[in-house]
């Protein structure tokens, strides 16, 4: 349906954990119409995360069905496990950075030695992560913190904005309804089914989808039973499922 481009975006159960979301800046303004999703339910703008972690390809494990009863505050929890998200830089440190995606959700990122940089499709270092830049961040994604095994700067991008726009996402709101919606082609599947995955295949299909339907945070990536990946979404009201077919474009979004 989409091809991804990564470089541009004009770009068991703990307790549950808090994904940051602050008033819209410049960069992520006037979003957006209403959609579908429904498993994000907080108090005081806290936003349960749900995922396991997984093996360097594809892990044998099962996700967790997600069940928002399961804390007073609703949300499903569960083990990190690799994804991402897109957004632009707001705040460099000595181990990192913070950025804001299209919706205002506030991600940290945690940098090590191994992270890899790259800016568009060309080799680059950490220098290349200024504040206001726009950077799509994959790793292994434990709430609205990310271990970044990879930082893509996007030249002229705009971490998501007119992407999230016309996907129409839904910023999460407090006691907000998710909307019943549904956008393209859904596969045939079951909450809970499918194979956890990482490494290159997770990636691919983490960029897809944040290129598309960026603004909340990939906290997981499901291979399902027909081949296609269910990329969970979370930190907005709707979508939390995007669909990506086995050649990595986007088929529809729940």
Known sequence: MNDYDPTSQSSAEPAPAALAVKPR???ARRLLSKKTGGLIVAAGLTCAVAGLAGGTSASAASVTPLDVTATPTGGPVADPSEGGATGIVDTKSTTGFTF???????VTVDVASTTKYTKGTDRTTAKAVKEGASVLVLGTVDSATIAATQVIVQPKGDGGVAAAAAAGVVPFSQGTPSPAKSVGEIPAYTEGEGTILAGTTADKAVKAAQAVVPGGVTNRVVELSGGE????NVGVNWPHHIFVSKDFKVLGWE
């Open 100 to 106: 804001s995606t299209a919706t205002g959700v506030v």
């Open 25 to 27: 800046r410049s960069h």
């Open 229 to 232: 990946y269910e990329v969970h």
